[in-house]
Structure formats: structure tokens, C-alpha cells
């Protein structure tokens, strides 16, 4: 029985991917609240459960698509937590990588700052998914909710991918948090932490189909063992 568990959850690892074009087909409400209960499974620090979450349907997820590709247009970023500084050494390798690979994907070439500049705001039109969530953690919790609140979204991403659909986490609609906190009517005392597109994927789409690497284990674990 672990061994089938194993096999299982390497699987789904295996195959989840970042969907970048969904299709417009609405995914059913029943199967969205599967994939909710499945992220309610989520551990937290003394199962304080931080996260809450705003979800878009329908007409809702085009009417904040529009409203949120207009504020970007003219606002400038302001986000509750501090993005990276900087990315160095093999960090900026991994997500220039990711970059190449998205890039290349679409016929984007270095210096094509339009295609560059096009394909950065389709972050904001959500890649066409007809839904979205909006991840928030509770302000007194600090990073340790945020962190909470990465853990819920990680399992809604597996979640996902086990009832057939395609997710994009994206943190940079939280680049634009009081802009969400207006349109939602969101509490002043949560944070955005992440939006999660989500939908039925377009496989057909070029965006679509690269996948990305992970480093090898002797890349991020130390062992002390004598």
C-alpha cells in the first residue's frame, strides 16, 4: 500500500506543470469544491488554517480580467509581502531558464521588448481561465501564515492536477494587493499572499508545452549523518 501511495503522489509531482492558456469551458462547480476540500486538507502551524480565499465564476472572472488589466496599465506595484530583491548566482540561472523556455515557446526573441512587455501582461488577463483565486493570510500571523498559506496553495496546485485540470500560481496579481483588497472587499487585516488561475487546459498551445527542471538532490540537501 505505501508503495501505491508513492507511486501516486510521484505521479501527480511528475505531471503537474504550469498551465499558461486555458480554455473558456467553466469547470463545474461540484469538481471546484472537490479541489477546495482537497486544499482544506492543508497542515498549519497549531492548525490555525490562515488562509482564506476569494474565487471567481463566469461573468465574475471577466469582469475583474478587465478591471484588473486597466489598473495595471496605469498603477504602479504595491504588494503586502516584499518580493525577491535580486536574483543571484543559481537562482537567477533557474529563472532565467524558465524564462528561455517560456520565451522560446512563443517565438519571443531576445530584445523583442513588445513580445516581452505582451506576454507579462497576460499574467493579468489570466491567461483566458475562467476562474481565479485569491489567497489571503491574517496580518498578526506574519510570515508563518504566508507560509501556511504557500502550503495551501502547493495543495490546491496537486489538487488539480489529480481531478484534470490545469493551475498557474501567480504572485504577480499580489504585486497589486490594495487594488484586490478594493475590488473583493477584502479585509485590511488580511494579505494577499498569491492568486491561483485555474481552468481546463488548452494542450494544444505552444505556452504549454515546456516543462520545467528540478536540481538534483545533492544541489539543495546537506547531510550530517556521523
Not at 482564506?52 to 504595491?78: C, Y
Request: negative net charge; contains cysteine; glycine residues 6%.
Amino acid at each position: 500500500m505505501a508503495t501505491d501511495q508513492y507511486d501516486v503522489l510521484r505521479d501527480i509531482l511528475d505531471q503537474r506543470w504550469t498551465c499558461r492558456q486555458f480554455r473558456p469551458d467553466a469547470v463545474p462547480r461540484e469538481t471546484i469544491e472537490r479541489l477546495l476540500e482537497l486544499a482544506q486538507r492543508t497542515p498549519s502551524w497549531c492548525n490555525t488554517q490562515p488562509w482564506q480565499v476569494v474565487l471567481t465564476s463566469g461573468a465574475a472572472t471577466d469582469r475583474f480580467r478587465k478591471a484588473l488589466l486597466e489598473h495595471v496599465r496605469s498603477a504602479a506595484p504595491a504588494a503586502d509581502f516584499d518580493f525577491p530583491a535580486k536574483y543571484d548566482g543559481v537562482f537567477r540561472d533557474r529563472r532565467r531558464e524558465c524564462g528561455f523556455q517560456l520565451y522560446d515557446s512563443l517565438g519571443i526573441v531576445k530584445g523583442d521588448q513588445a513580445g516581452t512587455m505582451r506576454q507579462m501582461l497576460r499574467n493579468f488577463e489570466l491567461f483566458d481561465a475562467p476562474h481565479v483565486a485569491i489567497v489571503t493570510s491574517e496580518a498578526d500571523l506574519g510570515v508563518y501564515g504566508a507560509v501556511d498559506a504557500g502550503l495551501y496553495i502547493g495543495n490546491f496546485l496537486l489538487g488539480a492536477q489529480s481531478l484534470g485540470l490545469g493551475a498557474a500560481p501567480q504572485a504577480a496579481l499580489a504585486n497589486y494587493s490594495p487594488f484586490l483588497r478594493e475590488y473583493f472587499e477584502i479585509p485590511d487585516h488580511r494579505r494577499v499572499v498569491a492568486a491561483i488561475s485555474f481552468g481546463y487546459a488548452d494542450t494544444d498551445h505552444p505556452v504549454n508545452g515546456f516543462r520545467t527542471r528540478r536540481a538534483d538532490l545533492a544541489e539543495v540537501v546537506t547531510w550530517h549523518t556521523d
